[in-house]
C-alpha cells in the first residue's frame, strides 16, 4: 500500500520561506513521477509542481515559477517542495500525489489531478500579509 505523508506546513509572513517534505512508502519511490498540488478554502485543486522519476524534468505552474523549487531524494524516498518569496495567495492545504504510472509519453498529464492515484493527507501553508 502506497502511503504518503506530508509535514514542513505552517505560519509564515509574506515574503517568507518554508520547506515541505513528502515522504512516501510502499513501492519503489525511485521509479515514479511525483507532484505537489494545493487547494484554497472555497477553490478546487490546483497544479503547483511535479517531476519524473529521476528528476530531470521538472514543471511548475506559472503563479510558482522562480519562487518554488521540487526536489527528491531517492535514497530518503522523500520529495520537497522548497517555497521562496510566498504570498498570500500561496495560503492553502499542499498535498504530494504520485501516480500508479511509471511514466508518462506526453508531458501534459503531469498538470493533471485526475492522473494521480495515491495523495498525501495535506499540510497547512498560511503566509500572512
Known amino acids: 500500500q502506497v502511503r504518503l505523508v506530508e509535514s514542513g506546513g505552517g505560519l509564515v509572513q509574506d515574503g517568507g520561506s518554508l520547506r515541505l517534505s513528502c515522504e512516501a512508502s510502499?513501492?519503489?519511490?525511485?521509479?515514479?513521477?511525483m507532484g505537489w498540488f494545493r487547494q484554497a478554502p472555497g477553490k478546487e485543486r490546483e497544479f503547483v509542481a511535479a517531476?519524473?522519476?529521476?528528476?530531470?524534468?521538472?514543471y511548475y505552474a506559472d503563479s510558482v515559477k522562480g519562487r518554488f523549487t521540487i526536489s527528491r531524494d531517492n535514497a530518503k524516498n522523500t520529495v520537497y517542495l522548497q517555497m521562496n518569496s510566498l504570498k498570500p495567495e500561496d495560503t492553502a492545504v499542499y498535498y504530494c500525489?504520485?501516480?500508479?504510472?511509471?511514466?508518462?509519453?506526453?508531458?501534459?498529464?503531469?498538470?493533471?489531478?485526475?492522473?494521480?492515484?495515491?495523495w498525501g493527507q495535506g499540510t497547512q501553508v498560511t503566509v500572512s500579509s
Open positions: 510502499g513501492r519503489t519511490f525511485s521509479t515514479y513521477p
Open positions: 500525489a504520485t501516480p500508479s504510472a511509471r511514466f508518462w509519453a506526453q508531458s501534459g498529464n503531469y498538470y493533471k489531478s485526475e492522473r494521480y492515484d495515491y
Open positions: 517531476m519524473n522519476w529521476s528528476g530531470g524534468s521538472t
